[in-house]
């Protein structure tokens, strides 16, 4: 069936109040009102499964733990559930003494009786009962007259004031009575007011303050605006005889979405109670929601005596209870409440903070208050035990406040605007790409990924490892007075696709520095366009965060490449951010090969040879094997060509080289002598440390059986190769260290051997080499060390008659 083109001829307006004079219409609400959660029943009776006793009791201890001081607990002429769980808090006496319980019953006397019974016992207990008094009710439901409708009530109102009463005297219970004209909302202003007063009267005794009686005003089918329901209640208030005597209560339900309008304008209008349940559970679309109301309230800056500090944990109980969701946009307490997707709202938020935080500061100095005013966020999250995790979340709609908000949160890092622009781009392609929401992860991780930012696993081609700022005056001052300008030195090793290299560079400064070192080696050429720094965290975690913008130097307004450093040094935080915008701006690109100028000029430099080595092959050459490896690569320079004084070397050049010259890492074959197997024992009578070595060396090309003994292994082998070979070795200098750590160490060994050989009467033949080798173990280590040395001297073998 459509929908009809003209619904008047269906559903009949609501009928406006006489009232022309309404005063709530320009009221405050300054104070909040009296709770009462009626979970325990109007919102019970609504659920498919009503609660078990268990969920009522985990529910009331919620709600007295949220302070709750009324609470409607059950209809408990409807169920021995009711029943019974009513019995149970007051026999386990779990009520607090300030907490007054409130059962419902109709106009029945057998309910009203069974009603009763139920809170006998307990230290304060409200007795609700209803009526329905609407035209619609009466003629329908209780085919009742008006008057049969005021006589019904009359009547059960004193059968409740008798037993109530006998109740007292017996069990010492304290009652108040609250009626409720039950369909108030379509009851005639009139007729609602005759029959309260009937009831009032027929009551008799009430009085001021705890003997108020209370008239329950429900709406309960919200037929009209809000406006309606509060003309209802500021006619029903400025009606009712002594109203000193009464406390009027609000009993809003939601079917038109307005049940917390009703009730705010209600409360104007002269409420001063409200029935409600948590997140709005209740019959059809609920009753009012007690957290929204509270929490409207709070967020006014009126106390609301409610206390939803740990929303969460109330919503588990609720929803556990109820077995009902929370909805995701439910005021306050939804999943997506506080949180942002769209770029202006969360733009609008991060300057909100930013802004917040100085203004807070400022007011806390001046012992001023600390209000809160921010853009889209009427509540502090905090205050109902909320981060503000939640408050940015990105995806396609975002923008770069949003994410620059959740690097800040996550990473401590302050961006400037237009790197925000830059990472922005990066992880709207990402979203549009994906089409999915970016978790704080996503964007860490993206973020990590672009700028190499954050330990090894982000690592980019180039990495430092260690540096050296240094300065030098750059020219002499002209004038008395001038100062003198210094430059500055950069001398580093920076990780290059894997490889460790020695880069040095020199500038106005220590990024200056490194860019040039970056040209001179690398050939990157680029420029700073931006820098700025901030420090991170505070006292000894403190750090500097760095960024800079790099552009192709020569083209100021090129595009640019951002990066981003964090280090306790503030030099190291900004080179690192140089490394991660060169490292943007090589993307896959292929490096030149890396060279050392090396030669006789004074730019070539020992400690640079040596770094290669250390840093290619981790040995950490002793300072003679240094000063003598430097010889053979100025040698290697010159080559042929005398008046050859400097050279680029590559640095896989210098490293074959090395390995060359030393017979280190060479496969064994190409040695002259290299060892098979050897087995090293303790010889001599204990009291000295003597060695004796046996095994197999390959000695020119063929396998020899040796034997030896000596001080220690090294001497030991001597003395078998002395066998063997012609003139004597004897060790110049022995040095060895750990590579690596662990498991993975092994042992690097150097030796300085001098040879010398009897060539004829008076004719001694001297050499001198090193040898360096490595091995997991340190005795064939330094064993391996010295046939590298000995195939590197000229020796002569011995001739051996019947040698194997
Ligand atoms: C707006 C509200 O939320 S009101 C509260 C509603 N809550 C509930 O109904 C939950 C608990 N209710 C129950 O368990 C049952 O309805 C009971 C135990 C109260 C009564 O059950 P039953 O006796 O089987 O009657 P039933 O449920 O059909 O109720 C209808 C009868 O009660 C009468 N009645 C309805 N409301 C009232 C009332 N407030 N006062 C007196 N009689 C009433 C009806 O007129 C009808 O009478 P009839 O049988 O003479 O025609
Ligand atoms: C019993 C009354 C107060 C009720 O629940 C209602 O009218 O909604």
């Known amino acids: 069936m459509p929908m009809l083109t003209d619904p008047s001829k269906k559903y009949k307006p609501y009928t406006p109040v006489n009232i022309h004079d309404r005063q709530w219409p320009s009221k405050r609400t300054t104070k909040a009102p009296i709770w009462l959660s009626t979970d325990l029943r109007d919102g019970n009776q609504a659920l498919a499964n009503p609660m078990t006793i268990e969920q009522k009791t985990l529910f009331f201890q919620q709600l007295v733990k949220s302070g709750l001081k009324e609470i409607e607990v059950a209809y408990p002429a409807a169920s021995d559930t009711d029943f019974n769980f009513v019995r149970m808090l007051i026999e386990k006496n779990m009520v607090p003494d300030d907490v007054w319980l409130q059962v419902l019953t109709p106009a029945r006397e057998d309910l009203i009786k069974r009603t009763i019974d139920s809170v006998a016992g307990a230290k304060h207990a409200i007795i609700h009962m209803y009526n329905a008094t609407s ?187 109820n077995d009902l969701p929370v909805h995701p946009r439910h005021p306050y307490a939804g999943d997506l409440v506080f949180t942002a997707f769209s770029g202006s709202h969360q733009d609008a938020i991060k300057k909100g903070f930013e802004v917040q935080n100085k203004r807070h500061a400022e007011a806390d100095a001046k012992g001023e208050n600390k209000y809160w005013d921010m853009p889209y966020l009427p509540l502090d999250p905090a205050d109902l035990g909320c981060s503000y995790e939640a408050v940015i979340r990105v995806n396609s709609q975002s923008g770069k406040g949003g994410i620059a908000y959740l690097v800040k949160q996550h990473l401590g890092l302050d961006l400037p605007r237009k790197m925000q622009i830059a990472f922005y781009q990066v992880v709207q ?73 020695v880069i040095k560079g020199e500038g106005n400064g220590p990024l200056s520095a490194l860019l040039d070192g970056l040209r001179t080696h690398l050939d990157i050429d680029l420029s700073i366009r931006e820098y700025s720094e901030h420090t991170t965290g505070d006292g000894k975690e403190a750090k500097a965060a760095s960024y800079v913008e790099l552009v192709p130097s020569g083209e100021p307004r090129g595009s640019g490449w951002w990066g981003a450093g964090l280090d306790t040094d503030i030099a190291g935080s900004g080179l690192r951010a140089v490394l991660s915008a060169a490292n943007g701006h090589i993307g896959d690109r292929p490096l030149p090969e890396l060279k050392l100028l090396v030669g006789f000029n004074k730019q070539s430099c020992l400690a640079d040879v040596a770094s290669v080595v250390l840093n290619s092959l981790q040995l950490e050459l002793p300072r003679r094997l240094q000063a003598s490896f430097f010889e053979v690569v100025q040698r290697s320079v010159r080559g042929k060509e005398a008046n050859v004084l400097v050279k680029e070397m590559s640095y896989d050049t210098l490293i074959g080289l090395f390995q060359e010259t030393y017979g280190y890492d060479v496969p064994a074959e190409r040695s002259r002598v290299w060892m098979k197997s050897f087995k090293m024992v303790y010889c001599g009578d204990g009291s000295d440390s003597r060695r004796q070595i046996n095994g197999e060396l390959v000695l020119d090309g063929k396998v020899r059986a040796i034997s030896g003994e000596g001080n220690g292994p090294l001497s030991a082998m001597l003395a078998a190769l002395h066998n063997l070979i012609e003139g004597m070795f004897a060790v110049r200098e022995y040095s060895e260290h750990s590579i690596g750590e662990g498991s993975e160490v092994t042992a690097a060994s150097y030796v300085e051997l001098t040879y010398t050989r009897e060539e004829g009467q008076d004719n001694q033949k001297r050499s001198a080499a090193w040898g360096v080798a490595r091995d997991t173990d340190i005795t064939a280590s330094g064993l391996k060390a010295v046939l590298c040395a000995v195939s590197k001297v000229d020796f002569k073998l011995k001739n051996v008659v019947n040698g194997s």
């Open 135 to 321: 035209p619609l009710f009466r003629n329908v439901v209780f085919r009742n007259s008006k008057e049969e409708t005021v006589a019904l009530a009359i009547k059960h109102t004193k059968i409740i004031r008798q037993l109530t009463e006998e109740c007292t005297a017996r069990t010492g219970t304290i009652f108040k009575y609250e009626y409720s004209p039950e369909t108030f909302t379509q009851t005639e202003p009139d007729f609602a007011l005759e029959i309260c007063e009937a009831v009032k009267t027929a009551w008799g005794k009430a009085g001021t303050g705890e003997d108020r009686i209370i008239f329950n005003l429900p709406a309960t089918v919200e037929i009209g605006p809000c406006n309606l329901y509060a003309d209802m209640i500021e006619y029903f208030c400025r009606g009712i005889s002594e109203r000193e005597k009464v406390i009027v209560s609000l009993h809003p339900h939601n079917d038109r979405g307005t049940g917390i309008a009703a009730a705010e304008c209600g409360l104007l209008a002269g409420g001063d109670r409200i029935e409600g349940c948590l997140f709005g559970n209740g019959e059809r679309t609920g009753n009012v929601d007690l957290v929204i109301l509270a929490l409207n309230l709070y967020s006014q800056g009126i106390a609301p005596n409610l206390d939803f500090s740990d929303i969460q944990s109330v919503i588990e109980v609720v929803t556990q209870c």
């Open 429 to 501: 392609a990402v979203a549009d790409r994906e089409a999915r929401e970016m978790m704080v992860d996503d964007i860490v991780t993206a973020f990590r990924r672009t700028y190499h930012f954050g330990g090894p696993s982000y690592q980019g081609r180039l990495a430092l490892k260690s540096f050296e700022i240094s300065s030098e005056p750059s020219v002499e001052p002209e004038g008395e007075g001038e100062t003198q300008d210094e430059r500055r030195r950069f001398d580093g090793t920076i990780l290059v696709d894997g490889v460790l290299r």
